[in-house]
């Protein structure tokens, strides 16, 4: 190695560079721009019909087999009591989710 120092400067700033360098900046703004976490109304409308749905379906069930479970205890039906309510919470479970699929959008 010399102890010199090198003849030549350094490269001074091509406009390219420069010109490319705006061009990563804004795109990098677009990206975060696009990136962000957007409050979607159609998402948040979807989720609470699902949410809707399952609680149907669940409340139903559990609905007719405490009705069922009240009635075997009391009337001494057994096993028919639970059942026939079971049916019955699942057959109103499934008409009021057909009840939300059939609405029509606002």
Excluded: C
């Amino acid at each position: 190695m010399s102890d010199k120092d090198p003849v030549q400067g350094p490269v001074g700033e091509d406009a390219r560079i420069r010109a490319l360098d705006e061009r990563l900046k804004d795109l990098r703004e677009r990206e975060e721009v696009r990136n962000q976490p957007k409050a979607g109304v159609e998402a948040d409308e979807n989720y609470r019909i699902g949410n809707r749905v399952l609680s149907e379906l669940l409340g139903g069930i559990a609905g007719g087999l405490f009705l069922g479970w009240l009635i075997d205890h009391f009337a001494g039906t057994s096993p028919w009591g639970l059942l026939g309510m079971m049916f019955f919470g699942i057959f109103i479970a499934f008409r009021n989710i057909i009840r939300i699929t059939n609405r029509r959008p606002d």
